[in-house]
């Protein structure tokens, strides 16, 4: 049996909407094995599809048609850290899990091109899949059949702070919220924070990552589907966050703190409960720069 870790993802990074994610330290974990029939388990008592419904399953399914392998059942043996439906890509790394695995059990026939194109395919959009696979910060752009990616690995002394509501935003929904058409202006707000944003992250010009997660074609839509989310975005400045944002779909909010800010989870934790909003948890990871591999 073999046993695969895929981080949890962070997309969008403010103004990178579909282009922009990166993989942070925070895992799932899989065991998987070839077997005559479906046989699909939670370690951790997270409930999920045990049938043929199983995205893990789906996507090892897919992988073995692509290769033109006959599947006749696997067992599948999962550990689900990452919250579902809360925008830290949950159901990428499930995506990413079953092709990985099944390309494995079939002696890695497809590239690591292969599989972000086929990921990218099954999901719809690269931003969450791209980095789950690759690790680091990825930027790709899918045209429909392939992804154009760069990956880059980053080493900072930066946080990422995932502060979690204790309710769910499924992505369909969050999606359903924006508009079909955006101004030439706003797209040019857009572009150009996207790219302020990637070029200070690597290079340490911390100071315009406020200016850069800064967003006019999803975050203002959404924050009306996030209740408190303004005043999570507040308090995460007033406790010395670089930059707040809407991590992927939501409702997960992540801000981005210097490693020195030492308290930073504690204190955030704090204030939320004293505004009231007590089901909300502060979890701090790194960038992952390794991306999904077998342990």
């Avoid at 690269?126 to 752009?141: E, K, R």
Wanted: charged share 20%; glycine share 8%.
């Amino acid at each position: 049996m073999i046993k695969i870790q895929i981080p949890a993802t962070s997309a969008n990074l403010g103004a990178g909407f579909d282009a922009l994610g990166l993989a942070l330290t925070f895992y799932n974990y899989v065991e998987m094995e070839e077997s005559d029939k479906i046989e699909i388990s939670s370690l951790d008592n997270v409930e999920v599809p045990v049938d043929e419904n199983n995205l893990i399953y789906v996507s090892a399914k897919d992988l073995f048609n692509v290769c033109g392998k006959k599947i006749s059942g696997l067992k599948i043996r999962q550990t689900n850290n990452i919250p579902m439906a809360r925008g830290l890509g949950s159901s990428s790394a499930c995506i990413v899990a079953g092709l990985v695995g099944a390309n494995t059990l079939l002696g890695n026939p497809l590239t690591a091109d292969d599989l972000v194109d086929l990921a990218a395919q099954i999901e719809g959009h690269p931003d969450n899949t791209a980095p789950a696979l690759l690790g680091g910060i990825v930027t790709a752009v899918f045209d429909g059949q392939k992804v154009h990616w760069v990956k880059q690995e980053v080493y900072t002394k930066l946080k990422f702070a995932a502060i979690i509501p204790d309710f769910e935003l499924k992505t369909e929904k969050a999606r359903a919220c924006l508009p079909t058409e955006v101004s030439h202006k706003d797209a040019v707000y857009n572009l150009s924070r996207a790219a302020l944003f990637s070029a200070s992250l690597l290079t340490g010009k911390f100071e315009n990552l406020r200016t850069g997660v800064h967003d006019k074609l999803h975050q203002p839509y959404r924050m009306e589907l996030i209740p408190n989310a303004r005043e999570v975005f507040d308090i995460a400045y007033n406790h010395g966050a670089y930059a707040t944002y809407i991590s992927g779909a939501g409702p997960t909010i992540v801000a981005i703190v210097d490693e020195n800010n030492t308290y930073f989870a504690g204190k955030m934790k704090f204030s939320l409960d004293n505004a009231g909003l007590i089901g909300w948890e502060v979890k701090e990871f790194h960038i992952d720069n390794d991306g999904t591999k077998l342990i």
